[in-house]
């Protein structure tokens, strides 16, 4: 029976080759992009996952408490972990990373900066699970100054020479001992590194609870519950914290956050991870994209029904069931979908590549192959499969023979009222992610032209080594001024596109002296104005006043507010917070200046209430330069970098382009957005292509008549697009309220917002309509230019 099945279903598909063409074709691109965009869901979903430990591996962070608000850090105290392990015996394994940042490395000739290097417990390979290339895992981290290179790293400074027992020098005469190589870190880990260090004898015995900066892990037992553990913390709290804490008013409690989850549910502040919200989002684009195509499947089948009715006629004459028949009609999509599957599978393959650079992923096609996702490709072909062919094989199934047989064809089922709900159905869809496309388009580039309080364009910034670089600024800054494409010259604490951290300063309020958190950042006289920023009250830092280093801070308008200073200059403050009994008290600064708000972070942060203090030498020089002829002024600042600093490494960023990187991520996930947006409407034009030639071959000889009649073709073409203008028209109504409060939803998620205005709607559906149009025009163009006389010769 079922082989029976099969040869009638491959005999109907060869029979009409258009229609089964176009429900292909349409199936393979609504399944290769539900498998594009679940494997982009699995890769997602798989962060941090290949540890061993996975499942007891908890991340401890931070929630800060102030009077007045509250924030969360993924770091904590570098004593935290040490005082977890000797008060809790459940605790098994702790493991602190140190954050060393950018460090440059000198192996004989070769120097190089590296990123992401930090220091680590010995304890960190019993935790996590990283592959040993060289070295051994037990002891790698054990002994002082050693260390352990990504395979990555390591050949960048040995070739493909061993790099074990070599050794490395930092520019602070540093030498560490290489005694491991491992694989580079999987790019699905939330938590990544080209280095890793043994902690020095400070690292390893200072007690430290007042700073936040250390990254803590901690090991539980198999099947613990990590609340118990946490309904514990306070303790550690009142034991250690709240004497330094306490008297300001901040409250400090510490959470567990199992690492599995860090990637996709972590929004602690300076944190970019994941958003399991753009799970759930692709994985609906992945069911609609199959529904859509199987919508077609559906639409085209019940609309050739006519062509149909006298096989189920005689099929049932000859004795067929209702039950036999939908079986048939049953096989026939699922044969369809097969092929369809084979097809994506071969596309699949050759789309991976582009799909991982625009997704910048790395994912591999054997994942395809691997026995959950062929199960998972089984159920895609099951599911769309049976949606696909369900109501055709109900709908033919109940044609009545005499009926049928005498030429009169039942319309039991509302075949043509159904048609017409899944066209709307598919266009509503196709508008809703068009209008999302364009709003997540539009909060992108808001961001990226938003004044952000200064100007960032054509300003390069370079970080100084450790060493005597910055006693040779002022030479430097001199020498850079002398070139007439070279505007301006300023130094400060960090780049202005990521100020981070906060300290405690005692600041007079309107009810006495308080201790409060704020952002600190050191600038010297000339930073204001080479950043373009703005003094609203008072005045900048002077190099004609020395006394400002000491006496002097300025302030941002969010402070103000803060603080609800009507007269905010003249307030005192210093940095430290209250001297503690016996300690000298520091001189008291007074506000000089208020600086109208700025960015600090990206858009993804609310600007902070900012404190700057006058620091003549900081650690990152920023540059302005004149537009024109940059490539020479950078080889003009390379050169003088050289001539002052020939030991140090020169290497720099553009200020705007450091902003920008902060959206790379929503610009990844925005692409693949638009790139399955797009392919959806392609799919619903597909179906609606067919339905067009469908309907117009039903029609050819009443087209014919009107065009003896004196019809003209542009009359014609309107007849013929209306019906599907009207169906277009019935998505508006759907679509625009479902895409309005999404995107609103989504929208709530930034503190700076574009606004959804009626303008971004109004073209979308313009757009959509018009690509109706252009789906229908060339049927019904070439349907009105026809020759009357062929069409009307059978009659």
Request: proline share 4%.
């Given at each position: 029976?079922?082989?029976?099945?099969?040869?009638?279903?491959?005999?109907?598909?060869?029979?009409?080759?258009?229609?089964?063409?176009?429900?292909?074709?349409?199936?393979?691109?609504?399944?290769?992009?539900?498998?594009?965009?679940?494997?982009?869901?699995?890769?997602?979903?798989?962060?941090?996952?290949?540890h061993?430990?996975?499942?007891?591996?908890?991340?401890?962070?931070?929630?800060?408490?102030?009077?007045?608000?509250?924030?969360?850090?993924?770091?904590?105290?570098?004593?935290?972990?040490?005082?977890?392990?000797?008060?809790?015996?459940?605790?098994?394994?702790?493991?602190?990373?140190?954050?060393?940042?950018?460090?440059?490395?000198?192996?004989?000739?070769?120097?190089?900066?590296?990123?992401?290097?930090?220091?680590?417990?010995?304890?960190?390979?019993?935790?996590?699970t990283?592959?040993?290339?060289?070295?051994t895992?037990?002891?790698a981290?054990d002994?002082?100054?050693?260390?352990?290179?990504?395979?990555?790293?390591?050949?960048?400074?040995?070739?493909?020479?061993s790099?074990?027992?070599?050794?490395l020098?930092?520019?602070?005469?540093?030498?560490?001992?290489?005694?491991?190589?491992?694989?580079?870190?999987?790019?699905?880990?939330?938590?990544?590194?080209?280095a890793?260090?043994?902690?020095?004898?400070?690292?390893?015995?200072?007690?430290?609870?007042?700073?936040?900066?250390?990254?803590?892990?901690?090991?539980l037992p198999?099947?613990?519950?990590?609340?118990?553990?946490?309904?514990?913390?306070?303790?550690?709290?009142?034991?250690?914290?709240?004497?330094i804490?306490?008297?300001?008013?901040?409250?400090?409690?510490?959470?567990?956050?199992?690492?599995?989850?860090?990637?996709?549910?972590?929004?602690?502040?300076?944190?970019?991870?994941?958003?399991?919200?753009?799970?759930?989002?692709?994985?609906?684009?992945?069911?609609?994209?199959?529904?859509?195509?199987s919508?077609?499947?559906?639409?085209?089948?019940?609309?050739?029904?006519?062509?149909?009715?006298?096989?189920?006629?005689?099929?049932?004459?000859?004795?067929?069931?209702?039950?036999?028949?939908?079986?048939?009609?049953?096989?026939?999509?699922?044969?369809?979908t097969?092929?369809?599957?084979?097809?994506?599978?071969?596309?699949?393959?050759?789309?991976?590549?582009?799909?991982?650079?625009?997704?910048?992923?790395?994912?591999?096609?054997s994942?395809?192959?691997q026995?959950?996702?062929?199960?998972?490709?089984?159920?895609?072909?099951?599911?769309?499969?049976?949606i696909?062919?369900?109501?055709?094989?109900?709908?033919?199934?109940?044609?009545?023979?005499?009926?049928?047989?005498?030429?009169?064809?039942?319309?039991?089922?509302?075949n043509?009222?159904?048609?017409?709900?899944?066209?709307?159905?598919?266009?509503?869809?196709?508008?809703?992610?068009?209008?999302?496309?364009?709003?997540?388009?539009?909060?992108?580039?808001?961001?990226?032209?938003?004044?952000?309080?200064?100007?960032?364009?054509?300003?390069?910034?370079?970080a100084?080594?450790?060493?005597?670089?910055?006693?040779?600024?002022?030479?430097?800054?001199?020498?850079?001024?002398?070139?007439?494409?070279?505007?301006?010259?300023?130094?400060?604490?960090?780049?202005?596109?990521?100020?981070?951290?906060?300290?405690?300063?005692?600041?007079?309020?309107?009810?006495?002296?308080?201790?409060?958190?704020?952002?600190?950042?050191?600038?010297?006289?000339?930073?204001?104005?080479?950043?373009?920023?703005?003094?609203?009250?008072?005045?900048?830092?002077?190099?004609?006043?020395?006394?400002?280093?000491?006496?002097?801070?300025?302030?941002?308008?969010?402070?103000?507010?803060?603080?609800?200073?009507?007269?905010?200059?003249?307030?005192?403050?210093?940095?430290?917070?209250?001297?503690?009994?016996?300690?000298?008290?520091?001189?008291?600064?007074?506000?000089?200046?208020?600086?109208?708000?700025?960015?600090?972070?990206?858009?993804?942060?609310?600007?902070?209430?900012?404190i700057?203090?006058?620091?003549?030498?900081?650690?990152?020089?920023?540059?302005?330069?004149e537009?024109?002829?940059?490539?020479?002024?950078?080889?003009?600042?390379?050169?003088?970098?050289?001539?002052?600093?020939?030991?140090?490494?020169?290497?720099?960023?553009?200020?705007?382009?450091?902003?920008?990187?902060?959206?790379?991520?929503?610009?990844?996930?925005?692409r693949?957005?638009?790139?399955?947006?797009?392919?959806?409407?392609?799919?619903?034009?597909?179906?609606?292509?067919?339905?067009?030639?469908?309907?117009?071959?039903?029609?050819?000889?009443?087209?014919?008549?009107?065009?003896?009649?004196?019809?003209?073709?542009?009359?014609?073409?309107?007849?013929?697009?209306?019906?599907?203008?009207?169906?277009v028209?019935l998505?508006?109504?759907?679509?625009?309220?479902?895409?309005?409060f999404?995107?609103?939803?989504?929208?709530?998620?930034?503190?700076?917002?574009?606004?959804?205005?009626?303008?971004?709607?109004?073209?979308?559906?313009?757009?959509?309509?018009?690509?109706?149009?252009?789906?229908?025009?060339?049927?019904?163009?070439k349907?009105?230019?026809?020759?009357?006389?062929?069409s009307?010769?059978?009659?």
């Open positions: 029976m079922l082989r029976n099945y099969i040869t009638v279903a491959i005999r109907s598909v060869l029979k009409d080759k258009f229609y089964s063409f176009i429900n292909v074709l349409g199936l393979t691109i609504g399944i290769t992009c539900s498998l594009l965009l679940l494997l982009y869901v699995t890769d997602e979903l798989s962060y941090d996952k290949y061993t430990k996975a499942n007891k591996i908890y991340r401890v962070v931070s929630q800060i408490q102030e009077p007045d608000k509250s924030f969360g850090w993924a770091v904590t105290q570098p004593s935290l972990g040490p005082a977890l392990k000797q008060d809790y015996p459940v605790v098994e394994n702790v493991v602190r990373f140190f954050p060393y940042g950018r460090v440059a490395f000198q192996q004989g000739e070769k120097q190089f900066f590296e990123e992401n290097i930090y220091a680590a417990d010995s304890t960190v390979f019993d935790v996590f990283y592959n040993f290339i060289e070295g895992p037990a002891t981290l002994a002082p100054n050693s260390m352990v290179l990504t395979q990555s790293t390591a050949k960048k400074f040995f070739g493909n020479t790099a074990l027992g070599q050794t020098q930092t520019n602070d005469t540093t030498v560490y001992k290489v005694t491991g190589v491992i694989e580079d870190v999987p790019k699905n880990s939330h938590f990544t590194f080209n890793l260090l043994s902690l020095g004898r400070s690292e390893r015995t200072n007690i430290n609870w007042g700073g936040f900066y250390v990254s803590t892990y901690v090991e198999e099947n613990y519950n990590s609340k118990d553990l946490e309904a514990k913390f306070p303790q550690i709290y009142d034991k250690y914290v709240k004497e804490f306490g008297r300001m008013g901040i409250k400090i409690n510490y959470e567990l956050q199992p690492i599995e989850r860090v990637h996709l549910y972590s929004k602690l502040e300076g944190e970019t991870n994941g958003d399991i919200g753009y799970i759930y989002t692709f994985s609906a684009i992945a069911f609609f994209m199959l529904l859509i195509a919508i077609n499947y559906m639409n085209l089948a019940t609309a050739r029904s006519a062509k149909r009715a006298k096989e189920v006629g005689i099929r049932k004459v000859l004795g067929s069931l209702k039950s036999t028949l939908r079986a048939q009609f049953l096989t026939e999509s699922l044969l369809m097969l092929l369809a599957l084979a097809m994506s599978f071969i596309l699949v393959l050759a789309l991976l590549p582009f799909f991982n650079t625009v997704a910048d992923k790395e994912i591999q096609f994942y395809l192959l026995p959950q996702f062929l199960l998972l490709a089984l159920g895609i072909v099951i599911f769309t499969g049976i696909s062919g369900s109501y055709p094989a109900f709908y033919l199934s109940s044609f009545e023979p005499a009926a049928v047989l005498k030429g009169a064809l039942t319309t039991k089922g509302g043509v009222l159904f048609r017409k709900i899944l066209v709307v159905m598919q266009f509503s869809i196709s508008l809703i992610m068009l209008i999302c496309t364009w709003v997540v388009f539009e909060q992108l580039n808001y961001m990226r032209e938003k004044d952000l309080g200064y100007d960032k364009q054509q300003v390069l910034t370079i100084f080594g450790q060493g005597q670089s910055r006693s040779s600024y002022t030479a430097f800054r001199n020498t850079l001024l002398a070139n007439p494409k070279i505007k301006n010259v300023a130094t400060a604490s960090s780049p202005t596109s990521n100020i981070g951290g906060r300290v405690i300063f005692a600041v007079e309020t309107n009810a006495g002296v308080k201790e409060l958190a704020f952002r600190p950042m050191g600038i010297d006289h000339d930073y204001i104005k080479a950043l373009g920023m703005k003094i609203i009250q008072g005045r900048d830092f002077s190099a004609d006043v020395p006394a400002d280093t000491t006496y002097g801070v300025l302030i941002n308008e969010a402070t103000v507010k803060r603080m609800n200073w009507k007269e905010p200059l003249g307030k005192k403050m210093h940095i430290g917070g209250i001297p503690q009994d016996g300690q000298p008290a520091p001189p008291m600064a007074s506000v000089v200046g208020v600086v109208k708000d700025f960015h600090q972070q990206s858009l993804y942060s609310p600007i902070e209430p900012l700057m203090l006058y620091r003549p030498n900081n650690g990152v020089v920023h540059i302005k330069v537009a024109q002829d940059i490539p020479q002024t950078l080889g003009f600042i390379e050169n003088t970098w050289k001539q002052m600093y020939p030991k140090e490494l020169f290497e720099y960023n553009f200020l705007d382009q450091d902003f920008e990187s902060a959206y790379h991520a929503d610009e990844l996930r925005g693949i957005f638009t790139a399955f947006s797009t392919l959806t409407i392609l799919i619903a034009c597909l179906g609606l292509f067919g339905l067009a030639t469908f309907t117009t071959e039903q029609r050819v000889k009443e087209i014919g008549v009107r065009k003896v009649l004196g019809a003209s073709v542009w009359g014609i073409v309107l007849l013929l697009s209306k019906d599907f203008t009207k169906l028209l998505s508006f109504p759907i679509a625009i309220p479902v895409a309005y999404s995107m609103r939803s989504w929208l709530e998620n930034f503190p700076y917002q574009t606004t959804m205005g009626a303008g971004i709607f109004i073209s979308a559906c313009l757009l959509t309509l018009f690509i109706c149009w252009l789906t229908v025009m060339y049927q019904s163009i349907a009105a230019l026809a020759n009357p006389a062929i009307l010769r059978s009659e």
